[in-house]
């Protein structure tokens, strides 16, 4: 029995491949996993067949047989686990693939999270100028750091892992933000993260969505 994703039925990311499913998408096209779409809209997300998957009302959620997860990050994690070709067979560098799992995921993307928030709901208010330079500090620092690790480096470490799924992916929220194009080994690091052919079928994929629901 294949899994079962569930996603949104519209996102709010028009089809740019930045909603969160596109993370387990991508796993799962590495894997070579087979996977079933459940559509969910807006209203669904709180109701009570959601918040059985997931208790926050969020996506994406993935059912498994009788396995339930949320979190796009755990649900990485699981299907790397299972799965190879995601996570080194070596016990240190499976841990250190893991951390950079963690490090995309909290140290990353959380101020990154932080400034997208800022952008849009306080709009208008005269703090916003100054909050918004401080998050875009806050953000560089971190761009700068993971662009000095990363150096000439394909990948984070070593071979490509669903480290690698993550952290692209976080990395692309910033797309049209200014910050990324300072740091080139970044941009770099995107670009072939988006040129491996399970990007491009998840991508694909989540977009379809997409155009289905707009009649396009």
Do not use: C
């Amino acid at each position: 029995m294949h899994p079962t994703l569930t996603v949104f039925e519209s996102s709010p990311d028009r089809g740019r491949g930045l909603a969160r499913d596109m993370r387990v998408r991508w796993a799962l096209e590495e894997a070579a996993v087979p996977y079933n779409v459940r559509l969910v809209s807006f209203e669904a997300m709180k109701q009570a067949a959601h918040l059985a998957r997931n208790p926050f009302g969020q996506i994406p959620a993935y059912e498994e047989g009788d396995l339930v997860l949320f979190e796009s990050g755990a649900i990485v994690l699981h299907i790397a686990q299972r799965h190879a070709g995601l996570l080194p067979a070596d016990a240190g560098a499976r841990a250190r693939a893991i951390m950079w799992m963690f490090a995309a995921l909290n140290t990353v993307e959380t101020p990154i999270v932080e400034r997208e928030a800022a952008s849009y709901a306080e709009r208008g208010k005269a703090w916003q100028a100054e909050h918004l330079a401080m998050l875009d500090a806050r953000v560089s620092e971190r761009l700068e750091a993971l662009s000095r690790h990363l150096g000439d480096r394909r990948w984070l470490d070593g071979a490509f892992s669903a480290a690698d799924i993550l952290m692209v992916l976080v990395l692309r929220r910033l797309e049209g933000s200014g910050l990324l194009e300072h740091f080139p080994a970044l941009l770099a690091y995107i670009a072939r993260g988006e040129a491996r052919p399970a990007y491009r079928r998840a991508f694909d994929a989540q977009r379809a969505v997409f155009e289905a629901t707009r009649g396009g």
